[in-house]
Nanobody, 125 residues
Framework: QVQLVESGGGLVQAGGSLRLSCAVS????????MAWFRQAPGKERDFVAV????????VYADSVKGRFTISRDNAKNMAYLQMNSLRPEDTAVYYC??????????????????WGQGTQVTVSS
């Protein structure tokens, strides 16, 4: 069973930056689509960003577009989420997700079979 482990979360002031990492126990090239979701207390798990295969295709939620950048390094079995200009509303637990095939429904959490345990990001005002 593949394991995804997120790291890099923490407490940061508004306007600051964090870089989240997702370590995958198997070759990430086996996972066509990798994504980041986030979940704030009392809310649903929301799509943040997705990256397909070699990184040629990326899509972002409107709320993070222009501030966050998703990337992956298949040689290192890693995925990343660079978060800049953070806002208090970005506060949430951030999850890395992966699926082996397909891109359809990339923004729907139910489409992903593999998940990490999450990392907390807290942005103070």
């Amino acid at each position: 069973q593949v394991q995804l482990v997120e790291s890099g979360g923490g407490l940061v002031q508004a306007g600051g930056s964090l870089r989240l990492s997702c370590a995958v126990s198997e070759r990430t090239r086996n996972y066509y689509t990798m994504a980041w979701f986030r979940q704030a207390p009392g809310k649903e798990r929301d799509f943040v960003a997705v990256i397909v295969w070699s990184g040629g295709t990326t899509v972002y939620a409107d709320s993070v577009k222009g501030r966050f950048t998703i990337s992956r390094d298949n040689a290192k079995n890693m995925a990343y989420l660079q978060m800049n200009s953070l806002r208090p509303e970005d506060t949430a637990v951030y999850y890395c997700a992966a699926r082996q095939t397909g891109y359809r429904g990339y923004g729907e959490a139910i489409r992903y079979k593999y998940w990490g345990q999450g990392t907390q990001v807290t942005v103070s005002s």
